[in-house]
């Protein structure tokens, strides 16, 4: 059975997530290199640009579009998304980019980051309890792939092949991007002091 536009698509960064990929180091090698160049390395994990990248070609395949060349598609997309990104921070008066952010000097990119996190803190919420104990296992303990296993089956899960784990994380991923920005479409400044982020 031929896989639909959305599943090659699903596959295609499945791969670039599993360890030992040579597209994979290829990309997020290039990816570094841009944000070294825009002065958003500090800013910016490659990982972060790949997700957006992602987004993106789910709106591109929904929308009927076919993404003929994937490898180069994602890199003309993630050159894109940094210039973007360097655009908007340039609009914020903020060119200090390769340095440490300094937040007392500019409140909105403050409040723009607690919103955000704000949001993130929501959508972690919403995963299942499996899913916000594998992402604590693998992004904030920042285990390898072979300890979340052994956390995981430690906590009463089943053994999963490391592959198949990896895959489960990426879903997860995805999962709490989406939940992400639907929590934060819902959040709206307010700059009333008592309000509490």
Not at 174 to 194: A, H, P, T
Request: charged content about 30%; overall charge positive; aromatic content about 12%.
């Amino acid at each position: 059975m031929s896989l639909t536009p959305r599943q090659q698509l699903d596959r295609i960064f499945e791969d670039l997530f599993a360890a030992n990929n040579p597209d994979a180091r290829i990309i997020i090698a290039y990816i570094q290199k841009v944000l070294y160049q825009y002065g958003l390395w500090k800013a910016y994990d490659p990982k972060d640009i790949l997700i957006e990248v992602y987004a993106r070609g789910v709106k591109r395949v929904d929308a009927g579009e076919t993404i003929r060349i994937p490898i180069a598609w994602i890199k003309r997309t993630a050159m894109n998304i940094i210039r973007e990104f360097r655009r908007e921070a340039e609009k914020i008066g903020y060119y200090n980019l390769d340095q440490e952010l300094h937040w007392n000097d500019d409140l909105l990119l403050y409040i723009t980051f607690q919103y955000d996190l704000k949001a993130m803190k929501q959508a972690f919420e919403r995963l299942e309890p499996d899913e916000q104990q594998l992402l604590n296992l693998r992004v904030v303990n920042r285990l390898s792939w072979k300890a979340v296993s052994q956390g995981l089956v430690t906590a009463g899960e089943p053994e999963f092949k490391l592959e198949a784990l990896r895959q489960r994380g990426f879903r997860v991923l995805r999962k709490l991007r989406k939940l992400y920005e639907e929590e934060r479409k819902n959040i709206r400044f307010q700059f009333d002091e008592s309000d509490s982020i």
